[in-house]
């Protein structure tokens, strides 16, 4: 079995999690990264994507999701500062969706003046994130 380390996930709202796991997954601008025991020490950014917290002796991953933040690594301790990171529980499909759909109608809409592209790709991609890790809950897990 994996050695544990020291995570805390924060938010501006608290900390969310603060104790030991064995494998944390991040989103980050290249692609998903993993942290374990005895990780080099690290500074990045994390983009809107799904987190994956892996307990020790779980039998599967907390997830996440998160719209953004940074994380540091030091000798096997990890922080993650989050602007939000949102279980599949506290995930409403329902607004999600319509989130979605107000950005993809932004999107569409590119030639109001007051259009903002990155804007609304964000708005997007959160909103995408958020249904695909309420999917999670009742498919049981995930990675």
Known sequence: MPRPFHVQLVTPQGVRYDNDAVYLRLPAEDGYFGIMADHAPLIAALVPGQVSL?????????????????????ENQ???????LET???????????AAERARDRLQARTL???????ALGALQ??????????????????
């Not at 892996?54 to 030091?74: C, I």
């Not at 599949?88 to 329902?94: A, G, L, M, R, S």
């Open 54 to 74: 892996h307990r020790p002796g779980a039998p599967r991953p907390d997830l996440y999701a998160s719209s953004g933040g940074v994380v540091e690594v030091t």
């Open 78 to 84: 990890t922080v993650v500062l989050a602007d939000t």
């Open 113 to 119: 003046p007051e259009f903002d592209e990155s804007r």
């Open 126 to 143: 959160r909103a995408l994130v958020r249904l695909q890790v309420a999917g999670k809950r009742a498919a049981g897990g995930g990675l």
């Open 88 to 98: 599949p529980e506290e995930i409403d499909e329902q607004r999600a969706r319509e």
